[in-house]
């Protein structure tokens, strides 16, 4: 079987915001990613996306 491997945990509204707070306050990408208990791709993901959405 191929195809897409399945993705992690959903993000929630709460899990945006506190990205953003992180995001402003200058944190590193990968203490993020500690933090929130993801990947550094899947923060770097989630900030394309976010980026994206406000720019609509």
């Known amino acids: ?3 897409p491997r399945p993705a992690g945990r959903p993000w929630t509204l ?3 915001d ?3 707070k ?3 306050s ?3 990408v990968t203490l ?3 933090k929130m ?3 550094i791709g899947a923060i770097y993901s989630r900030k394309s996306f976010l980026k994206k ?3 609509k």
Do not use: N
């Open 1 to 3: 079987m191929s195809g």
């Open 14 to 16: 709460t899990d945006d």
């Open 18 to 20: 506190q990205l953003r």
């Open 22 to 24: 992180l995001l402003v």
């Open 26 to 28: 200058g944190m590193a």
């Open 32 to 34: 993020i990613a500690l």
């Open 37 to 39: 208990k993801r990947s």
């Open 53 to 55: 959405a406000r720019e």
